[in-house]
């Protein structure tokens, strides 16, 4: 594989690292979710702290498998290509194995591909129990009480570059 498959697959395990890393702590970033519903904070903390570790699991074994695959093999030309026939590419043992030979580039990609999807499950049911744990009337008491900007409502991005007055017309 090229060099930049390698450079995501460390950053991914640095990233999974550190959901890994907050799972077992129960401090980070990854815990700062505004209007929880009063008294659920600590079952929400809870909850996001188990699933964070199996997110965390999943995703080391998601890199690990791809990058142990890429130190275990080469995709490779087999056979050069000639006039009638083009070159035929393959993976390529580059260290023995021994008892771990059993360790194909396919299981390496199925084990790859279902720490995937445990991933991609597991982020989608955060998501959802978030939801279930947000309240929802703060979020839009909050969304109201910060209307009270001059010109009917609050902008995040600056306005006064579109805000033009009408100048006198009759003085040029």
Excluded at 35 to 52: P, T, V
């Amino acid at each position: 594989m090229t060099g930049s498959f390698a450079m995501f697959d460390w950053l991914l395990l640095a990233v999974s690292f550190y959901v890994l890393y907050s799972g077992i702590v129960g401090k980070g970033k990854l815990y700062s979710v505004e209007n929880i519903k009063e008294g659920k904070e600590a079952d929400f903390k809870n909850l996001s702290r188990k699933i964070y570790i199996f997110l965390g699991i999943a995703m080391v074994i998601n890199s690990a498998a791809s990058l142990l695959r890429n130190t275990f093999y080469a995709y490779q030309e087999v056979t050069p290509a000639t006039e009638t026939a083009s070159a035929v590419y393959d993976w390529v043992t580059l260290k023995d194995l021994g008892a771990f030979s059993f360790l194909t580039p396919m299981v390496f990609d199925i084990i790859s591909y279902v720490a995937l999807a445990l991933t991609l499950g597991l982020i989608v049911l955060l998501v959802v129990k978030m939801r279930h744990y947000i309240d929802k009337d703060a979020q839009s008491k909050a969304k109201q009480g910060g209307a009270s900007c001059a010109r009917g409502g609050c902008n995040t991005l600056p306005t006064s570059a579109f805000n033009f007055d009408e100048e006198d017309k009759s003085g040029k």
